[in-house]
């Protein structure tokens, strides 16, 4: 086996490199949750994260990874039996159909080619001929991990109003949050769904509810059984900032350092850098010739870029070589996608010369592997980030953590 010498780079769509800072930050002893240094630490993140949802609502954390977080917005506010409409984007769109379904929901599920988001024209049509509202939830994945595709929910909001339909909407932000512009209280997202381990920049293991007061209120009619995702024993103790069980301490410690991050960076500079990123890889993509699994402009994802391989190669052969000549990770190809497609994580702690590593990595793993390419794409890339280097705008401090 290959001797690898400095840093490995984690380039697959989520987890994401977890910088230094926040690995520090929960490198210490475990406290007393019942305790008063627990209260202030669970208090301070409790708030500090309704601004990265750009949100008044609260947000609870379970410690769990984003499925949990699937589970959790289903069973608190529907009861088996209850229809709900579902948009085929892609593995996570299926997954969350799946837990929807074992939860006895029957799902309207509107298929998709795994190149598009969710249609809002399907949306208004579907909700508008819905008329005695059976549909009680709308549920999107925003930003489609297995492809890359971004699905527009300000969109899907307005089809939902178009409609004049009562449904809940639920969307999926597990690898847009804290990455992508997303608002929660501006679209009227009744449940929001996240994970730590993408944009947030934390290992796996916390997910996350933001709760419309509508959710809330159907909350209280929903009959899917619940202990451990129950909001409503969950809101009690956490407006002490305490958990009605054993949280993740240390990983709140690291979701305290990450959200100061955040809140040094501003949120807007961070969906900027992003989008930057986004670009340059798209404009590295173009220059190899090969094709980007999204196929709408207005859809391309910021956070991760997937790719299709040429017909003939196998791209988790490619993935191989990458991974053994350079110690790097790419995303691979999922379910229907497997050994067609590779995708490229450029989400979370992440700079300009960090990406060119990345997109470095990529081709010079193109030409060893034997895919066909045009060279060119690193050189792409480094010409996109120059010319969109507006420099970081300079902010006023929120203060909501010091
Ligand atoms: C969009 C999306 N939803 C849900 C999940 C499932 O989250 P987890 O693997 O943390 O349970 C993922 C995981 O990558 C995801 O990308």
Redesign the pocket.
């Known amino acids: 086996m290959t001797v690898h010498t400095g840093r490995h780079f984690l380039q697959i769509p989520?987890p994401t490199n977890v910088p230094d800072r926040v690995l520090r930050a929960m490198d210490r002893p475990v406290i007393d949750h019942r305790g008063p240094e627990f209260a202030k630490l669970g208090a301070e993140v409790l708030e500090a994260l309704r601004p990265i949802f750009q949100t008044k609502d609260p947000v609870v954390i379970y410690p769990a990874?984003?499925?949990?977080a699937?589970e959790a917005s289903i069973v608190n506010t529907l009861s088996p039996g209850n229809r709900v409409l579902m948009f085929e984007t892609g593995h996570?769109s299926s997954?969350?159909r799946q837990v929807a379904e074992r939860m006895g929901l029957v799902v309207d599920y509107v298929p998709g080619n795994w190149r598009r988001g969710a249609s809002s024209a399907d949306a208004q049509s579907r909700l508008s001929a819905d008329k005695g509202h059976a549909i009680k939830a709308v549920m999107v994945?925003h930003?489609?991990?297995s492809t890359g595709v971004t699905s527009r929910i300000a969109e899907i909001r307005k089809a939902i109003d178009g409609a004049h339909h009562p449904a809940l909407l639920m969307v999926?932000t597990?690898?847009s949050l804290a990455s992508m512009d997303y608002r929660h209280d501006e679209w009227g997202v009744d449940v929001t769904v996240a994970?730590s381990?993408k944009g947030l920049m934390l290992p796996?293991g916390l997910?996350f509810n933001a709760i419309s007061e509508k959710a809330l209120a159907a909350n209280k009619t929903a009959k899917s059984p619940r202990y451990y995702w129950d909001w409503q024993e969950m809101l009690k103790p956490n407006r002490q900032g305490f958990f009605p069980y054993t949280p993740a301490t240390n990983l709140l410690w690291g979701l305290r350092e990450a959200l100061l991050m955040l809140q040094e960076e501003g949120l807007s500079n961070v969906f900027r850098r992003h989008q930057r990123h986004g670009e340059a890889t798209r404009a590295a993509v173009r220059a190899w010739g090969l094709e980007i699994v999204c196929e709408n402009a207005l859809e391309y994802s910021n956070s991760l870029t997937a790719v299709f391989m040429p017909e003939g190669h196998d791209a988790d052969r490619f993935r191989a070589v990458v991974l053994e000549n350079f110690d790097m990770s790419l995303g691979s190809g999922l379910s229907q996608l497997a050994g067609r497609v590779f995708r490229i994580g450029h989400l979370g702690h992440f700079n300009d010369l960090m990406l060119a590593g990345t997109l470095s990595g990529v081709e010079m793993g193109l030409r060893l592997a034997g895919v066909p390419h045009r060279p060119g794409g690193v050189a792409a890339a480094l010409e996109s980030l120059l010319t969109s280097q507006s420099g970081t705008q300079k902010r006023v401090p929120e203060n909501v953590l010091s």
């Open positions: 989520g990874s984003g499925s949990g699937w996570f997954l969350w994945v930003n489609e991990t999926d597990i690898s994970g381990q796996p997910s």
